[in-house]
C-alpha cells in the first residue's frame, strides 16, 4: 500500500527534461495577446489527439457497439497506462485519482485542465460512446476531470 508523494520524482537515463519545453510553451500561450485564438488552437490539438487515441482504442479492443460499462472500462484501461490511475467507485464513474500533468496544472490551471479536458472528451468521442461524458471537476491533489456515465 502506498500514497501519492506531494513531491515528484523522475527518474531518466539519459536526462530528457518534457517538463522544461512544457513550461516554455504553456507560459507562451498565457502571454499571448492573440484573443485567445493560440489557446483556442492548443484546445483544438488536444480534441485531435484525443479522439485519434480513443478511435486506435475502438479499433485495437474491437468495440463495436458501446454502451457506458464498455466505454468506461475501455478508457479506464488506457488511462492507467497513461498514469492516471483510475478508480471505479461505482458502475457509473471513473474517478483519475492522478494527474500526469500536476507540475504544470499547478502553475496553469486554466490552461492544462482545459486542454486535459478537451483531450479526454474527445477520447470519450473517439471510442464512440455519447452516454459517457468528462467532466471537468476540479478538486485538490487528483486530476481535474472524471468521466460519468449519463
Not at 483544438?44 to 482504442?57: D, V
Not at 502553475?107 to 468528462?134: F, R, T
Request: aromatic share 6%; proline share 4%.
Amino acid at each position: 500500500m502506498y500514497v501519492v508523494a506531494n513531491r515528484e520524482f523522475t527518474v531518466s537515463i539519459p536526462t530528457r527534461r518534457y517538463d522544461v519545453l512544457g513550461e516554455v510553451l504553456l507560459d507562451a500561450l498565457e502571454r499571448t495577446n492573440d484573443d485567445g485564438k493560440a489557446a483556442q488552437e492548443a484546445l483544438a490539438s488536444a480534441s485531435r489527439r484525443g479522439r485519434i487515441a480513443g478511435e486506435s482504442i475502438r479499433q485495437e479492443k474491437r468495440l463495436g457497439r458501446v454502451g457506458p460499462e464498455r466505454t468506461l472500462s475501455a478508457a479506464a484501461d488506457f488511462l492507467a497506462e497513461a498514469g492516471f490511475e483510475p478508480e471505479r467507485p461505482d458502475g457509473q464513474t471513473v474517478l483519475l485519482r492522478n494527474c500526469p500533468f500536476r507540475a504544470l496544472a499547478q502553475k496553469w490551471p486554466d490552461l492544462v485542465c482545459v486542454m486535459n479536458h478537451a483531450y479526454l472528451d474527445a477520447l470519450l468521442e473517439g471510442i464512440g460512446s455519447d452516454q459517457v461524458n468528462a467532466i471537468l471537476s476540479r478538486r485538490t491533489g487528483i486530476c481535474c476531470v472524471e468521466l460519468r456515465a449519463g
